[in-house]
């Protein structure tokens, strides 16, 4: 079985502070990792995946297979980032790729 | 055309409708998702089709039913609904649905069943 949970239903800063979105996955294989975004009345989209390790509006994420986390970070919020945040977890099976989302935490930066 | 495309944006139902979702991409995307998403709740996955072939189905009731005619399209037909069943249906495509690709989403069509 697999499980990504994401601990902080809501997380609020203030513009320019540094944040972290905590993601936790439990998967039994080699992991693909992801940070999906859901602005307001938009679609979900990619934010950023481990295999690239790019930084991507300043967020960044490092897969710590130790830890078995896979934590979303910026060092300057802004308020254009409040969103939904989703760290989802891909498992390639016998049947193909299924994504498996975490819960998600909404992002509120405050002026 | 590199969107996921869903109509209708918007559906109302009642319980005896038969009505359909369609989505559409055009991104040579072979694997194609439909999602269910409640309000304030991550993505549901309810099937997956790889290479126009159904390929998951998470317990899905049989009220839904997928339909992949090419590669570029996808429906859920909708028959029988339950108010609970009311929520944002969303597709998703990726290139091929055996690698790391990633998911592109369409907007979603928001079903309200009565």
């Known amino acids: 079985a697999q499980r990504v949970t994401q601990p902080e239903k809501l997380l609020s800063v203030f513009k320019g502070a540094p944040v972290e979105l905590k993601c936790n996955y439990s998967?039994?294989?080699?992991?693909?990792l992801f940070w999906y975004v859901q602005y307001s009345r938009q679609r979900l989209q990619l934010l950023l995946r481990?295999?690239s390790r790019e930084s991507i509006k300043g967020f960044t994420a490092d897969l710590n297979k130790g830890e078995t986390s896979f934590h979303l970070k910026k060092p300057f919020a802004q308020e254009e980032d409040s969103a939904m945040y989703y760290c989802?977890?891909?498992?390639?099976?016998?049947?193909?790729?299924?994504?498996?989302f975490g819960p998600g935490t909404r992002l509120s930066v405050l002026p | 055309d590199t969107e996921v495309t869903q109509t209708p944006k918007h559906l109302v139902m009642g319980m005896t409708n038969k009505k359909s979702l369609k989505c559409e991409q055009h991104?040579?995307?072979?694997?194609m998702y439909w999602y269910k998403q409640k309000a304030k709740k991550p993505p549901e996955l309810m099937f997956v089709?790889?290479?126009?072939?159904?390929?998951i189905n998470e317990s899905v009731p049989s009220r839904f039913s997928p339909e992949c005619p090419n590669s570029s399209l996808l429906n859920l037909h909708l028959h029988a609904l339950q108010p609970e069943d009311s929520a944002l249906y969303l597709c998703?495509?990726?290139?091929?649905?055996?690698?790391?690709?990633?998911?592109?989403f369409g907007e979603g069509s928001r079903l309200t069943v009565l």
């Open positions: 989802a977890l891909s498992e390639l099976g016998n049947y193909g790729q299924n994504f498996v």
């Open positions: 481990h295999i």
């Open positions: 991104m040579g995307h072979r694997a």
């Open positions: 998967y039994s294989g080699s992991p693909e």
């Open positions: 089709y790889s290479y126009e072939k159904l390929s």
């Open positions: 998703a495509s990726s290139p091929d649905g055996t690698g790391t690709g990633e998911l592109f």
